[in-house]
């Protein structure tokens, strides 16, 4: 038996000395095969290329579950104030009822706070970098009222009295509305816009209508912001956010009802009547057919109420959407519509709603027309009788509602 060193064997035998312990064998380390592998090395990180260099874990310790959870909150509470408009513009949008009260109460508090701090300023200047209308903007108009704050006063029925605009004196044109508008909007002021006898404006935010002045106040927008300018043609387009329930002093009525019809036909009318007066024109442009039949349905509720509505007014003309937005020989929803060419195009978006860029420029250039059938009408000096005497017609494809 062979020994290594001779620290080795004092250990070995000053262990074997002790009761009980049976001395073994020790063999000399440096001359065993488990020792013969050359020492491992330590890697130095700044030696190896700088993919794997970056991966390198050795010593990393796991982050404790509190410590990750305590980042997450940190991260949910600090995205809840920089979006804290937008969450309260997602809560408001809701039907009336327990949810929607609930969500605004659990929002309200990180909105005031950002509000406070200016946290929404970053998420409102970015989107408006890129022309996205901001929930900012888009609230402004947030009230407790539920009803519209405008009080309406219509005296003698006033008259439709255009003039042919000038590039020096340019026709005032003003659109506005709701999502739905957005597209439809656009296509209509890069048409109209481009002829410099013309000056349009775009007024569009999203979520909007009549049924929710608690929600945005159009009567008090067009009464406060867009009236003052003097827009001498006035295209609407509201409806598509309509049907929902109303909250009215005396309870809620869910969409369709006797009460929501009396309501709705009321704010309708007293819109109309509010936008009436300096010679104005206003087309009040219907909705299209829709994808869904039965969102369809209600659509063709509130066109009965705008157009009738329309009829009683000299100063309004009603374009109905729909023959312009469906095919000629089939009346209904259809996602394509030929072009000139006779080509299909897509006229709708895929949530069987919005509008296509085609499907806007269709309905922008029915607009028009309209629009230079009534200056060919009523610009003229013979033109300056009440419009319920003058006779009516419309351009050549369009569908629309005069008085009679």
């Not at 509505?309 to 937005?325: G, H, I």
């Amino acid at each position: 038996m062979a020994f290594g060193s001779v620290d080795t064997l004092a250990k070995v035998t000053a262990r074997a000395d002790r009761p009980g312990v049976t001395s073994r064998p020790v063999t000399d380390s440096s001359s065993h095969p488990r020792y013969d592998r050359p020492a491992r090395q330590r890697r130095d990180p700044a030696s190896e290329p700088r993919s794997l260099r970056y991966h390198d874990a050795s010593g990393a310790r796991p982050m404790p579950a509190g410590r990750i959870m305590l980042v997450g909150l940190i991260a949910l509470l600090v995205g809840a104030l920089l979006n804290a408009d937008s969450l309260y513009a997602t809560a408001s949008r809701q039907d009336f009822g327990w949810q929607r009260s609930a969500a605004r109460a659990v929002v309200t508090p990180f909105r005031s706070v950002s509000h406070l701090l200016r946290l929404n300023r970053p998420r409102a200047e970015i989107e408006s970098a890129i022309g996205r209308q901001s929930h900012t903007e888009n609230t402004v108009r947030h009230g407790i009222s539920r009803k519209p704050t405008v009080k309406i006063t219509q005296a003698a029925p006033p008259v439709i009295v255009l003039r042919r605009g000038t590039p020096q004196a340019p026709l005032r044109v003003w659109l506005g509305g709701d999502s739905l508008t957005r597209d439809y909007g656009l296509a209509f002021q890069a048409k109209l816009g481009a002829d410099p006898n013309f000056s349009v404006e775009l007024d569009t935010r999203i979520s909007t209508g009549l049924t929710r002045p608690d929600y945005f106040d159009w009567p008090a927008e067009l009464a406060d912001n867009v009236l003052p300018k003097k827009p001498e043609i006035m295209v609407v387009m509201f409806g598509a956010n309509d049907a929902q329930g109303m909250e009215l002093p005396n309870g809620v009525f869910e969409f369709g009802s006797d009460g929501w019809k009396a309501e709705y036909r009321r704010r309708v009318g007293d819109t109309m009547n509010l936008l009436a007066g300096d010679g104005r024109l206003i087309i009040w442009v219907g909705q299209p057919y829709m994808s869904d039949q039965g969102f369809s349905d209600r659509m063709a509720i509130e066109n009965e109420i705008y157009q009738s509505e329309a009829v009683s007014r000299p100063w309004v003309r009603y374009l109905d959407s729909r023959p312009v937005l469906s095919p000629p020989d089939k009346p209904g929803y259809a996602a394509y519509l030929p072009n000139s060419s006779g080509e299909p195009t897509l006229a709708r978006q895929g949530d069987g709603v919005h509008l296509s860029e085609f499907g806007s420029e269709k309905l922008a250039d029915a607009t028009i027309d309209l629009i230079h059938f009534m200056i060919q009408e009523f610009a003229s000096p013979a033109a300056t009788a009440p419009p319920s005497t003058a006779p009516a017609r419309s351009p050549s494809g369009v569908t629309t509602t005069s008085p009679p």
